[in-house]
């Protein structure tokens, strides 16, 4: 070895540079750190501002108008949000002809709806607002407690709701609005929330649930018949079409759920029919579309709907993609790029400081060899990461594109990330071993060789990659600071393996 310089001095200065860029990852670190963590107790509302993209909006509720499908969706606005101010729940409407999707607009929020006479009547805190689909109109009637439940028959407005903590239906008529006394048997166990209204001919439906079991009352104007225990549901949704009650109860089982039917023509109720759907969906929302019972289905990646015909279950038939497939796609790679652009310009600068003080060439036996600098590196393992990635998730994406419940492959998830760890390490270890580069390093001009600069062995590429496990503690924070402290700008893997990785232009 030639070496016009001295050793010990160049060790020195070398030790200084690494306990340099330890002192400064570590302060970098606890800055990013204290400054995140910071925002998340002072202000983590902005935080959730910043990547409220990532958070979908959920369907809240489904009708039919028009031959049109109105899909009601809530999400939440952190914009302005404080502790002292939460996030604003914001409700959207979009609608849906049977061959395309409007974009979503803003509505005020509701508690619930229900359709009467071709106009849709949304019940809130004192106060409902009517749809036809074209204008809105909103009365205001303190009478109408919290979470109203409402329906529109032929006496005028029904409404169910919590008035001074106890429920209380209401009638509301052009003259005026009257209480109408509930069953006395239960008051004391009936839930609002768990309930719904229907007016069917002259009569007024009241469902709710009581634990497990669903609970129906009918009130003809004067009295109150005698309850009905109906069946176990989970959920349920009473529907009117065609001059008949459709009753639909759901109920979960793992990986898919069960449809029970039941029509009650003014008289008796039919026996149940069962139908089964598979997968697992966020929403399920029965209603009517084109005057056909549907069950609209809002998935991971798409909402659909199904007919229920006769004793078969027609579809699905694709409304929409999800949010993983549309506006909120680009903004994900926009940050996700973004980020690398971050990264890639903080190595580099930290490159080229290190670059300045370290011995960037080695003379051996007449030739000259100069060290790869860490952007280099950096940069091919970037490249390799991208080579890598691809193939192992390419497969999986696909997949879940059109699978209704990507639970389900899970399996598929981990198969595909034990390819990208052990493809990884396979991948550097055999092209290192056997040609001294990956394809990453090819473009980038490096080599590695062993670190007395004849060629590496697969053994050697084995081992040096096995230690990248240390070697990528602290987000390679080890690595940078053992190539910073090295005469031959070796991380711990090289150290182990006896390698050095050199710009492939010899001088």
């Given at each position: 070895?030639?070496?016009?310089?001295?050793?010990?001095?160049?060790?020195?200065?070398?030790?200084?540079?690494?306990?340099?860029?330890?002192?400064?990852?570590?302060?970098?670190?606890?800055?990013i750190?204290?400054?995140?963590?910071?925002?998340?107790?002072?202000?983590?509302f902005?935080?959730?501002?910043?990547?409220?993209?990532?958070?979908?909006?959920?369907?809240?509720?489904?009708?039919?108008?028009?031959?049109?499908?109105?899909?009601?969706?809530?999400?939440?606005d952190?914009?302005?949000?404080?502790?002292?101010k939460?996030?604003?729940?914001?409700?959207?409407?979009?609608?849906?002809?049977?061959?395309?999707?409007?974009?979503?607009e803003?509505?005020?929020?509701?508690?619930?709806?229900?359709?009467?006479?071709?106009?849709?009547?949304?019940?809130?805190?004192?106060?409902?607002?009517?749809?036809?689909?074209?204008?809105?109109?909103?009365?205001?009637n303190?009478?109408?407690?919290?979470?109203?439940k409402?329906?529109?028959?032929?006496?005028?407005?029904?409404?169910?709701?919590?008035?001074?903590?106890?429920?209380?239906?209401?009638?509301?008529?052009?003259?005026?609005?009257?209480?109408v006394?509930?069953?006395?048997?239960?008051?004391?166990?009936?839930?609002?929330?768990?309930?719904?209204?229907?007016?069917?001919?002259k009569?007024?439906?009241?469902?709710?649930?009581?634990?497990?079991?669903?609970?129906w009352?009918?009130?003809?104007?004067?009295?109150?018949?005698?309850?009905?225990?109906?069946?176990?549901?989970?959920?349920?949704?009473?529907?009117?079409?065609?001059?008949?009650?459709?009753?639909?109860?759901?109920?979960?089982?793992?990986?898919?759920?069960?449809?029970?039917?039941?029509e009650?023509?003014g008289?008796?109720?039919?026996?149940?029919?069962?139908?089964?759907?598979?997968?697992?969906?966020?929403?399920?929302?029965?209603?009517?579309?084109?005057?056909?019972?549907?069950?609209?289905?809002?998935?991971?990646?798409a909402?659909?709907?199904?007919f229920?015909?006769?004793?078969?279950?027609?579809?699905?038939?694709?409304?929409?993609?999800?949010?993983?497939?549309?506006?909120?796609?680009?903004?994900?790679?926009f940050?996700s790029?973004?980020?690398?652009?971050?990264?890639?310009?903080?190595?580099?600068?930290?490159?080229?400081?290190?670059?300045?003080?370290?011995?960037?060439?080695?003379?051996?036996?007449?030739?000259e060899?100069?060290?790869?600098s860490?952007?280099?590196?950096?940069?091919?393992?970037?490249?390799?990461l991208?080579?890598?990635?691809?193939?192992?998730?390419?497969?999986?994406?696909?997949?879940?594109?059109?699978?209704?419940?990507?639970?389900?492959y899970?399996?598929?998830?981990?198969?595909?990330?034990?390819?990208?760890?052990?493809?990884?390490?396979?991948?550097?270890s055999?092209?290192?071993?056997s040609?001294?580069?990956?394809?990453?390093?090819?473009?980038c001009?490096?080599?590695?060789?062993?670190?007395?600069?004849?060629?590496?062995?697969?053994?050697?590429?084995?081992?040096?990659?096995?230690?990248?496990?240390?070697?990528?503690?602290?987000y390679?924070?080890?690595?940078?600071?053992?190539?910073?402290?090295?005469m031959?700008?070796?991380?711990?893997?090289?150290?182990?393996?006896?390698?050095?990785?050199?710009?492939?232009?010899?001088?």
């Open positions: 070895m030639e070496a016009p310089f001295n050793i010990e001095n160049e060790k020195k200065k070398n030790v200084r540079l690494a306990v340099g860029v330890a002192s400064l990852g570590v302060i970098g670190f606890f800055c750190y204290t400054v995140f963590f910071a925002a998340m107790f002072l202000s983590p902005k935080v959730f501002q910043l990547f409220s993209f990532s958070f979908p909006s959920f369907a809240e509720d489904v009708v039919s108008l028009d031959n049109n499908l109105l899909i009601f969706s809530k999400s939440f952190f914009e302005g949000a404080t502790y002292e939460p996030p604003k729940e914001k409700m959207t409407m979009r609608i849906y002809n049977g061959k395309s999707l409007s974009n979503a803003e509505i005020k929020p509701f508690t619930s709806l229900c359709l009467a006479e071709n106009k849709i009547y949304f019940f809130d805190k004192g106060m409902y607002r009517i749809y036809d689909m074209k204008t809105w109109e909103e009365f205001k303190a009478e109408i407690g919290a979470n109203p409402g329906a529109v028959g032929v006496d005028g407005i029904w409404v169910l709701s919590n008035l001074r903590n106890k429920p209380v239906l209401k009638l509301i008529t052009e003259t005026g609005t009257k209480e006394a509930l069953p006395h048997d239960i008051i004391e166990k009936i839930k609002v929330c768990s309930a719904q209204l229907l007016c069917h001919e009569d007024l439906h009241l469902f709710w649930r009581d634990g497990d079991i669903l609970v009352h009918r009130y003809d104007g004067k009295k109150w018949e005698e309850p009905e225990m109906l069946e176990d549901s989970q959920e349920y949704k009473a529907i009117l079409l065609n001059n008949k009650i459709s009753l639909l109860n759901l109920r979960h089982f793992g990986d898919h759920f069960e449809i029970a039917l039941r009650y023509n008289f008796i109720w039919s026996e149940p029919k069962t139908f089964n759907i598979h997968g697992i969906f966020i929403r399920t929302i029965p209603t009517v579309f084109k005057n056909r019972l549907i069950i609209f289905q809002q998935g991971f990646f909402e659909k709907y199904h229920l015909s006769k004793d078969k279950i027609e579809g699905p038939y694709t409304i929409s993609k999800s949010f993983f497939y549309s506006v909120n796609l680009w903004k994900v790679l940050v790029f973004s980020s690398w652009i971050i990264f890639f310009l903080f190595i580099y600068l930290l490159s080229i400081l290190i670059s300045r003080y370290k011995l960037k060439t080695w003379r051996i036996n007449e030739r060899f100069e060290f790869a860490l952007f280099r590196r950096a940069l091919a393992w970037g490249i390799d991208f080579i890598i990635i691809i193939p192992a998730i390419t497969p999986f994406y696909f997949v879940l594109k059109n699978a209704e419940n990507p639970l389900q899970i399996g598929l998830a981990v198969c595909s990330v034990m390819l990208m760890v052990f493809g990884s390490f396979f991948y550097h055999l092209l290192e071993g040609w001294g580069k990956t394809i990453g390093k090819k473009i001009g490096i080599v590695v060789l062993k670190d007395d600069f004849s060629k590496c062995s697969i053994g050697r590429g084995f081992l040096r990659n096995l230690m990248r496990i240390v070697d990528s503690f602290f390679y924070l080890v690595a940078v600071v053992a190539i910073a402290g090295t031959k700008w070796q991380r711990l893997g090289d150290l182990v393996a006896g390698t050095a990785v050199v710009r492939e232009k010899r001088r």
